[in-house]
């Protein structure tokens, strides 16, 4: 029997994560060595809605009406239905996979929801556009994690490094030279709307002094654009330090991240930092490649639970399936 298939990168936010939250810019990128997918098969037999939903990774394997009706999966599958305006859905068995670590910054429900989002579609033969695949893939992450800035679900949709303004069109990040990355797990889940609310709290209390932060932050990501747009690599990893520490006076570090990104540092990485949501989750070191070795042992030595090396290679960028 014909299955169709689809797949979600996984993605790391290189800057201004918090500061997205509040209309400032961020840059993201997929993640291609960790990935969600999403395979259907007709159920030529069944009676019309017996959708079958199987998921190792939550030990899943149950009717899709069986599930709660705010269960991420049921979500996505309902809104495409919607979107393409069908009364009835066809049987089917919807069987997700995925490599991606839940609860670390890495974008697991975000692409999780466009690999759904996008097979669902393709089986009912709607091939949709990118940013109709992100826009509802965002309506599922609105209802899971309150008020995300979207800029999950745009750059594991896109497939494509962004600079992402909230509310603003998508704008794929021109990045001319390959770029050699690190990624440093915790190990340690965190739950991004908690880390959100004590920021919008911390915020409220202290207006001036936390808009000064986040501002400084959106500054840094303007830089960071310009200097990868144009090749200048060599600011990269003061800005990638930079922001780092404006994270941490945020309050969303922790040891754990702490230790990680300072050994990555010794061990010679250009730049390292929190990524997402802190408190826990990842970690990202910017190295020359002759150093990626070194980096990744460093991080498995201070107590890394996970490393991903990845390489972003300008040819590979866009290419959704
Ligand atoms: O922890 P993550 O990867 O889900 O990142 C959250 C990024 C934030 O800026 C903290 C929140 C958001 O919605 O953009």
Same mark, same amino acid.
């Given at each position: 029997m014909p299955v169709l298939t689809s797949s979600a990168p996984g993605k790391?936010?290189?800057?201004?994560?918090?500061?997205?939250?509040?209309?400032?810019?961020?840059?993201?990128?997929?993640?291609?060595?960790?990935?969600?997918?999403?395979?259907?098969?007709?159920?030529?037999?069944?009676?019309?809605?017996?959708? +079958?939903? /199987? $998921? *190792? !990774?939550?030990?899943?394997?149950?009717?899709?009406?069986?599930?709660? %009706?705010?269960?991420?999966?049921?979500?996505?599958?309902?809104?495409?239905?919607?979107?393409?305006?069908?009364?009835?859905?066809?049987?089917?068995?919807?069987?997700?996979?995925s490599t991606i670590p839940v609860g670390s910054g890495l974008?697991?429900?975000?692409?999780?929801?466009?690999?759904?989002?996008?097979?669902?579609?393709?089986?009912?033969?709607?091939?949709?556009?990118? +940013?109709? /695949? $992100? *826009? !509802?893939?965002?309506?599922?992450?609105?209802?899971?994690?309150?008020? %995300?800035?979207?800029?999950?679900?745009?750059?594991?949709?896109?497939?494509?490094?962004?600079?992402?303004?909230?509310?603003?069109?998508i704008l794929a990040l021109k990045v001319p030279v390959p770029l050699a990355f690190v990624i440093g797990d915790t190990g340690i889940s965190s739950s991004t709307r908690a880390v959100v609310d004590d920021v919008r709290r911390m915020r409220d209390e202290n207006p001036t002094r936390v808009d000064a932060i986040l501002q400084k932050i959106g500054a840094l990501t303007r830089e960071m654009r310009a200097a990868m747009e144009t090749g200048r690599l060599e600011q990269l990893g003061a800005l990638i330090n930079a922001n780092h520490n404006l994270l941490a006076e945020l309050e969303v570090s922790s040891p754990q991240?702490?230790?990680?990104?300072?050994?990555?540092?010794?061990?010679?990485?250009?730049?390292?930092?929190?990524?997402?949501?802190?408190?826990?989750?990842?970690?990202?070191?910017?190295?020359?490649?002759q150093d990626i070795q070194k980096v990744e042992h460093a991080l498995l030595q201070a107590g890394a639970a996970h490393t991903i090396r990845f390489t972003y290679q300008p040819e590979d960028a866009g290419h959704a399936d």
């Open positions: 790391i936010i290189l800057s201004g994560e918090h500061a997205v939250v509040y209309g400032h810019p961020a840059i993201a990128f997929p993640v291609p060595q960790v990935r969600v997918q999403a395979f259907i098969a007709a159920r030529p037999t069944a009676p019309q809605e017996e959708i +079958q939903v /199987i $998921s *190792d !990774l939550v030990h899943l394997n149950s009717p899709l009406a069986s599930l709660k %009706p705010h269960h991420p999966i049921r979500l996505a599958v309902e809104i495409v239905k919607q979107e393409l305006r069908l009364e009835h859905l066809p049987a089917f068995e919807l069987r997700i996979t974008g697991s429900s975000a692409a999780t929801a466009v690999a759904v989002v996008r097979a669902v579609s393709g089986f009912l033969g709607a091939i949709l556009p990118d +940013q109709t /695949i $992100s *826009d !509802l893939a965002f309506r599922v992450e609105k209802q899971i994690h309150g008020s %995300p800035s979207g800029i999950d679900n745009t750059v594991t949709a896109f497939n494509h490094p962004v600079y992402f303004v909230r509310g603003e069109p991240l702490e230790r990680l990104v300072a050994a990555a540092r010794a061990a010679g990485a250009q730049g390292a930092k929190l990524s997402g949501s802190g408190r826990g989750g990842n970690m990202i070191a910017y190295c020359l490649p």
